[in-house]
């Protein structure tokens, strides 16, 4: 981390724990198990001890999670967390920790699947624990992106994360299927609120190593694959750098027309020339896209073409026009 932090002072930092130690589980064992409800308050100190020592090393932590996948106990490690007894350790323990310890790290619930936003709903459902979290956190490897937006509807004085996904491509493929990758993890995630994007993950050998015996995960290529002093870069490296060296930290998404949408088009009265009316047009066609605002005050467009074919679009902005030609399959980032 301190030679991560010497290339990038100002990069953000977010922990989260796949497990607490085993001596304080019901199965003593750093797969699966819960945490021992004696052990609460030893854990909440655990983590404010974390976020302390860390910081004495030099390396701050911007926002934890509280627990990995707490609904997925197959992994090596893993802990399942059902949410009653989540909420007791957030309100009555983590909260009053991070509290004495005066930390100003943020917390960050659920840090799970689509599928279930009414885990982190329910838990700030809760007074204590709706003043103490910062937001929410998802991954998507079960449920719909569009579970963010109604997250963000229930509760818009709270933040948006996607904190993990794992993209992937078979090795030696003599081409990149970028357009579904970058659909999901940039454009899917920004337009339903979220803060951010977090690839799984940075870097593996050939043989996606390393990674557990036991519940770990033989496919999660890296966004790199280090062969010993040779370095390949696979679909995610490309993903994000779509997003990543154009849409920098302060950047804010901006409007743009989606699918289903509706724009506003004027025509011309057919008996009476120079007369022009106006027509809703709702956009069936439109590709994936998204659009920001940097802090230096440029625009950035990015569009996916997902289609098999050549698709031409028009990008309007402050009443200047472009025509651009998309490839299939292809995707394409634009700054003005």
């Known amino acids: ?138 991954h998507n490897y079960g449920g719909d992106m569009g579970a963010m937006s109604t997250v963000h509807m229930a509760r818009p004085d709270k933040n948006v994360y996607f904190t993990e996904q794992t993209i992937t491509e078979t090795p030696g493929s003599p081409t990149i299927n970028i357009a579904p990758a970058v659909k999901r993890m940039l454009i899917d995630t920004t337009r339903n609120w979220s803060r951010n994007v977090i690839l799984w993950n940075l870097a593996a050998d050939p043989q996606n190593k ?17 062969d010993k002093d040779a370095v390949s870069l696979n679909l995610a490296y490309y993903t994000i750098a779509h997003a990543s060296k154009f849409v920098r930290p302060g950047s804010v998404r901006i409007g743009s027309t989606s699918r289903g949408g509706q724009t506003v088009a004027l025509t011309e009265d057919e008996e009476r020339p120079g007369l022009k009316r106006i027509a809703l047009i709702e956009n069936t066609q439109v590709l994936p896209n998204v659009a920001f605002r940097t802090p230096e005050g440029k625009m950035v467009l990015i569009v996916a073409n997902d289609t098999a074919s050549v698709s031409s679009f028009g990008v309007q902005y402050g009443g200047q026009f472009a025509s651009i030609r998309l490839n299939p399959g292809a995707v394409g980032t634009y700054v003005w």
């Open 1 to 138: 981390m301190k030679e991560v932090l010497q290339l990038s002072p100002d990069i953000k930092i977010l922990g989260s724990p796949w497990s607490a130690p085993a001596w304080m589980k019901t199965n003593n064992n750093v797969r699966g198990g819960a945490l021992k409800e004696e052990c609460y308050p030893a854990y909440a100190l655990y983590l404010a001890k974390y976020v302390q020592e860390m910081k004495k090393e030099g390396i701050a932590i911007d926002a934890i999670t509280i627990q990995n996948e707490p609904l997925n106990s197959k992994n090596t490690p893993s802990m399942q967390w059902q949410l009653n007894q989540q909420m007791v350790f957030l309100r009555d323990h983590l909260y009053p920790a991070f509290t004495k310890a005066g930390l100003k790290t943020k917390v960050l619930l659920f840090d799970h699947n689509t599928d279930r936003p009414d885990y982190p709903l329910a838990l700030l459902s809760d007074p204590a624990i709706s003043r103490f979290a910062d937001g929410v956190a998802f």
């Open 210 to 226: 390393p990674h557990t015996d036991n519940g770990g995960c033989p496919m999660c290529q890296g966004a790199i694959t280090i």
